[in-house]
């Protein structure tokens, strides 16, 4: 059975995922090698799948019904689906029998009746899971304002305690903004001048860093919660923090508002429609808006007021037509809620078989807790027995820990297992309880007339994604509500659909606690804090969650950006004798190294700024240094690690020596002037730099030298016929090496396996004392002989295998790539790059180089093997007519070309540094 692995990772949750889509694909290649399971192609994704339409899924679904797979790899069905549309996909096609087959690593699946209705529920459960998460989240905010706690971000003049959940006055910002307040109420002052005042007193515009702008001053201005009161999503609250105002002096400051025209209270009527927010165009995706529309009837002289709702086409044209009445979307949303209900009759029976479930769940957990008891104690008996097995040096210390590891990890996973089941009430048992009194709610709501706000709140509840086409609504129904749906209602199958919720919020909760700490951690970094191990002069505040300064550190830091700033110190080395003397030092008592010290200096963290991946926010600590002083210290740090750029660039200098002295050939460029002709000409030559002693060596034109290195390169290179026979040849026998180590590590894998079973069966008949000591020792002994055997054949293919393909395929093409070099004009750089790469040890003597040839280029250089002269068929074959084919073996022959008699040779080689390339005819 042939299989896709698909790997999904949303890309608006970039850190809120458990794993990533490169340790998805590293888990998945795991398992499939584990299962032995044949994997066709890995397909990944970096979209959400809370919506349809992803192209890499689609692909997915399409090559499943054209027949290329029957089976889907993947990590979580999460990653599958978290729609009911794809969802509904990947089911349809188990059920017509097309996908065959879905293994996931956490998560178990057979394709049968109640593995493919399980599968349903791990689809419907995880979108749940999203639909529900910012419900949740907005649950939280109205508990903490009901009990007086501000849920979000303290305003201006407050902060957050950590330690106590709520908020505090912060003087600092608390007493300005106090005596704002009063400097306003007398009508003597502008907005802008309250911003001026304000930012006198270090309160400052957080996008810009100026002062305040007139509306956020307005905001401040207006705001009741500096009275003590909270006003959340229009609701007053009492607060329970301290008020910086009194009630009188904000009635003040708000009647000074109104006077200067600021004041826009009712300044227009404003309409509370029922079912905006709710809808979106199916066309354009735009908001659903409404608005009032009055009719006048003369015949009765009556005037009625109606309620359209219409798309507020604000991406552009839109193929929605008309208005809709309220009406119309009433008697629908009326009919969804109506479709989910139950009457009072189910729902009581709806508990009693809940009542009925839990007490037999009980039962049966308490039954298999007793077998948990029995296996936990079998398994400290087995420690007991190894662990006497190791005093008495019977098993080693390695087989000691491994088995020891895996019996503690058995044990652990039972006794988890056995804290579940002693719980009192299942996880599950709440939601399944919430469920039944929502949906006998939805009943009554869809009874009731004149509650269109009521069936909002429902229908927000019991579906999500809620489109208008053409006067029709279309929705995607929320976990359990769908269930609801697919079943006709509650009337069949109750017992069944119970212990379906039993996907609580535990277990989604526990394999989400990664992501909760990233997200902890961005939290903390956008109020400003640091979030991890404070830098180099600070240390964590346990109190305050903070980061607090090292008082000595600090000092040393403080004093060493304000030296490197006036010049006063010019050198990592001065501040690091700064740290000396300070008697600061690094790790092990050393002196704190450079590269920390460097690292110290470009820090913007020492001003303020901090750098947390991708993200650049400004700190609440308290900087040591300030931004310009900052920036001196950059500059002059880039100074200092701008080398000299050279003034001349010579190709040829660096690798040629002098023959005489051993000195480097340097260069150097001379004018000379032919007044009659050309003028002043440009030459350049190359000589001894004569460091080492005197040299009676001249100078060489650098035009003579060129094309010396040219003849040189040309003489080690090849022509493109023969490397691309010679390629074809290589990879024809690159795939038979390729099938053989592939068969040869099957084989050998196998039997590995098999011997570590032995091991594992040995010592578990051993603990049971089934197996003797004496004979556990000698089978022991014979089993991890065999097994080094078999490692040392594996290790063998594995080293050998095609290692030497790549080096000869690169040679071939370096050859043929030295003949264009030699033959181009204008590349003298190219030219020395490619004589450093196929020889060494060049040497200059009476204008003449010298030099040795590198392995495998020293082969072109024989006399026999002249590329300028013969062809490869007349090199191979001496004349004779024949087909050329290769057989390529990696022998290794301690003889070289030259001492082999060429006359007596059938075979002629290639030598690739170790590995000859037999040429057979």
């Known amino acids: 059975m042939k299989y896709l692995a698909y790997c999904r990772k949303s890309t608006d949750e970039k850190d809120k995922q458990v794993l990533s889509i490169d340790q998805q694909l590293s888990e998945l290649k795991e398992f499939a090698e584990k299962e032995n399971l044949e994997i066709v192609d890995f397909l990944t994704e970096a979209q959400t799948a809370k919506v349809t339409g992803r192209p890499i899924f689609n692909s997915l679904i399409k090559r499943i019904e054209k027949g290329e797979v029957q089976g889907i790899i993947s990590w979580n069905p999460d990653r599958l689906a978290r729609n009911s549309v794809d969802g509904g996909k990947i089911i349809y096609l188990l059920d017509t029998g097309e996908l065959q087959s879905l293994k996931f690593p956490t998560h178990w699946f057979e394709n049968t009746p109640q593995g493919r209705f399980m599968l349903s529920i791990a689809f419907g459960q995880a979108k749940y899971y999203v639909d529900n998460l910012s419900q949740n989240v907005h649950r939280g905010l109205k508990y903490k304002i009901k009990t007086g706690v501000w849920p979000a971000k303290a305003p201006m003049g407050y902060r957050n305690d950590r330690n106590s959940k709520s908020i505090v006055v912060y003087e600092p910002e608390a007493r300005p903004l106090k005596k704002a307040f009063e400097l306003y109420s007398t009508g003597k002052y502008a907005l802008d001048d309250i911003g001026a005042f304000l930012f006198e007193h270090g309160m400052k515009n957080k996008y810009s860093g100026g002062q305040l702008n007139d509306s956020n001053l307005r905001r401040v201005l207006m705001r009741p919660f500096y009275t003590g009161y909270m006003v959340f999503r229009g609701e007053m609250f009492k607060g329970t923090h301290t008020p910086l105002i009194s009630k009188e002096l904000f009635d003040k400051v708000q009647i000074v508002r109104k006077q200067r025209g600021y004041y826009h209270q009712n300044k227009s009527k404003r309409y509370d429609f029922a079912f905006t927010g709710l809808i979106k165009c199916h066309y354009c995706n735009c908001s659903i808006t409404a608005e009032h529309r009055p009719f006048f009837f003369p015949r009765t002289n009556h005037k009625a007021d109606y309620i359209y709702y219409h798309c507020t086409k604000k991406k552009g044209e839109c193929l929605q037509k008309g208005y809709t009445r309220e009406e119309i979307l009433e008697v629908q949303f009326r009919e969804i809620i109506k479709s989910l209900s139950v009457s009072q009759g189910w729902a009581t029976q709806m508990n009693n078989f809940l009542v009925q ?81 929502c949906a006998q709610m939805c009943a009554k709501i869809a009874r009731a007339e004149n509650n269109c706000h009521d069936l909002s709140i429902m229908a927000k509840k019991v579906g999500s994604k809620y489109f208008l086409k053409d006067r029709k609504i279309e929705f995607c129904l929320n976990f359990p509500y769908n269930l609801l749906a697919a079943n006709g209602g509650a009337a069949s199958q109750l017992r069944n659909f119970v212990p379906t919720l039993a996907f609580g919020q535990s277990k989604y909760y526990v394999d989400n606690l990664s992501q909760n700490v990233v997200r902890g951690l961005h939290y903390k970094l956008k109020q400003g804090i640091w979030p991890t191990i404070a830098p180099y002069g600070y240390k964590n505040d346990r109190n305050t969650r903070g980061i607090i300064l090292e008082p000595i550190i600090s000092k040393i830091i403080k004093i060493s950006f304000e030296r490197f ?167 024809k026998d690159e795939e038979k090496e390729v099938k053989f180590a592939k068969r040869e590590l099957t084989k050998l894998s196998f039997s590995l396996d098999i011997i570590e079973k032995k ?56 050859a043929v790539e030295t003949a264009k070099i030699a033959h181009e004009n204008n590349n003298c750089k190219d030219l020395a790059i490619f004589a450093k790469k196929v020889g060494s040890n060049y040497l200059l003597k009476d204008k003449r180089i010298s030099f040795s040839p590198n392995s495998p280029h020293d082969l072109l250089a024989s006399p026999a093997f002249d590329a300028s002269k013969m062809t490869l068929t007349q090199y191979l074959c001496r004349g004779e007519e024949s087909n050329l084919h290769g057989v390529l073996s990696p022998l290794v022959f301690e003889t070289s070309l030259s001492t082999i008699p060429a006359p007596r040779l059938r075979v002629n080689y290639i030598r690739i540094g170790v590995c000859f390339y037999p040429i057979q005819r």
């Open 565 to 731: 700033a006036k010049g006063e110190t010019t050198t990592i080395k001065g501040v690091q004798d700064l740290f000396i003397k300070s008697v600061v030092l690094g790790k092990f008592g050393k002196p704190v190294s450079f590269s920390k010290i460097k690292k110290m200096l470009s820090n913007p963290f020492y001003f303020g700024l901090m750098n947390y991946g991708k993200d650049s926010v400004m700190g609440t600590h308290t900087p040591l240094v300030s931004k310009r002083n900052f920036d001196l210290v950059q500059e002059k740090l880039a100074k200092r690690d701008n080398k000299r750029p050279h003034t001349n660039n010579f190709p040829f200098t660096g690798f040629i020596k002098c023959a005489e002295c051993g000195s480097y050939i340097t260069a150097e460029k001379h004018f000379k002037n032919y007044p009659k002709t050309r003028g002043e000409i440009e030459y350049t030559y190359y000589r001894c730099t004569k460091k080492k002693k005197s040299c009676s060596q001249l100078y060489l034109n650098s035009t003579n030298l060129e094309t010396q290195l040219r003849d040189i390169v040309g003489s080690l290179s090849l022509k493109e016929l023969w490397a691309n026979k010679l390629l074809e040849m290589l990879k």
């Open 759 to 814: 091991l594992d069966k040995l010592l578990e008949g051993y603990l049971e004392e089934i197996v003797e000591s004496q004979n556990y020792l000698s089978k022991k002994k014979e089993l991890l002989q065999t097994k080094a055997l078999i490692q040392e054949k594996i290790d063998e293919v594995r080293k050998e295998g095609t290692i030497w393909v790549e080096p000869m395929r690169v040679f071939l093409k370096e």
């Open 357 to 437: 479930d839990v007490e037999t769940q009980k039962i049966e957990d308490k039954n298999k807790s007793v077998s948990l008891e029995t296996e936990i104690s079998q398994t400290e008996q087995k420690l007991d027995t190894l662990l006497e097995a190791y005093l008495d040096t019977v098993i080693d210390s390695e087989s000691y820990i491994k088995k020891k590891n895996e019996l503690m990890e058995k044990k652990q996973n039972i006794v988890s297992i056995q804290k579940q089941l002693s719980s009192d009430n299942p996880n599950w048992i709440e939601g399944v309880k919430d469920f039944i009194d």
